[in-house]
Antibody, heavy 117, light 110 residues
Framework: EVQVVESGGGLVQPGGSLRLSCSAS????????MHWVRQAPGKGLVWVSH????????TYADSVQGRFTMSRDNAKNKAYLQMNSLRAEDTAVYYC??????????WGQGALVTVSS | QSALTQPRSVSGSPGQSVTISCTGT?????????VSWYQQYPGKVPKLMIY???KRPSGVPDRFSGSKSGNTASLTISGLQTEDEADYYC??????????FGEGTKVTVL
């Protein structure tokens, strides 16, 4: 069974940093793109970042470019999202998602990130 | 990276059909056949319903169908059922390995 599990969410002050982790199982992790998608409370889904299968190429939404960094460790079947210079508007549930071609096939349960003083 | 435009809400009676539109631009929906749709119940994880404009993953009822014309994609739910009441989001590939979601549509079964 395909499983994706996020961890590392929590409360952080504005300007602070946080790293989310995503543990994958049930599929050959190194052959899939991975994404982060977020959803602010009561709001819609927003694509945040993507990483290719070997980790050599990443892309980001304009709203997080230069502040967030996505990476992966295929030996550990894990993906990460390093979030720096956090703002109140980054408060959201962050989903780690397996990508299949150009769609999002398997979603984790999400990790809540709250940016507040 | 502006969000795709969806109606805030649509509604229908059981057994009726409803269609949700998803309007983008010639840089996303209009140029790529990579539109997908997701169903999300309150407090739950999104679920893939349609990919590549009109393909259904296994397990998704065939009353869900997708289409596209120009810069607008559509999701049609035929034979509406009470369990179809949820939020629906479209998503399009927008080039250079970026994606954009729609604003979301709440489907209400009357």
């Amino acid at each position: 069974e395909v499983q994706v599990v996020e961890s590392g969410g929590g409360l952080v002050q504005p300007g602070g940093s946080l790293r989310l982790s995503c543990s994958a199982s049930g599929f050959i992790f190194s052959t899939y793109w991975m994404h982060w998608v977020r959803q602010a409370p009561g709001k819609g889904l927003v694509w945040v970042s993507h990483i290719n299968n070997d980790g050599s190429y990443t892309t980001y939404a304009d709203s997080v470019q230069g502040r967030f960094t996505m990476s992966r460790d295929n030996a550990k079947n894990k993906a990460y999202l390093q979030m720096n210079s956090l703002r109140a508007e980054d408060t959201a549930v962050y989903y780690c998602v397996r990508g299949d071609s150009h769609w999002f096939s398997n979603w984790g349960q999400g990790a809540l990130v709250t940016v507040s003083s | 990276q502006s969000a795709l435009t969806q109606p805030r809400s649509v509604s229908g009676s059981p057994g009726q059909s409803v269609t949700i539109s998803c309007t983008g631009t010639s840089s996303d929906v209009g140029v790529y056949n990579y539109v997908s749709w997701y169903q999300q119940y309150p407090g739950k994880v999104p679920k893939l319903m349609i990919y590549d404009v009109n393909k259904r993953p296994s397990g998704v009822p065939d009353r869900f169908s997708g289409s596209k014309s120009g810069n607008t994609a559509s999701l049609t739910i035929s034979g509406l059922q009470t369990e179809d009441e949820a939020d629906y989001y479209c998503c399009s590939y927008a080039g250079t390995y970026t994606w954009v979601f729609g604003e979301g549509t709440k489907v209400t079964v009357l």
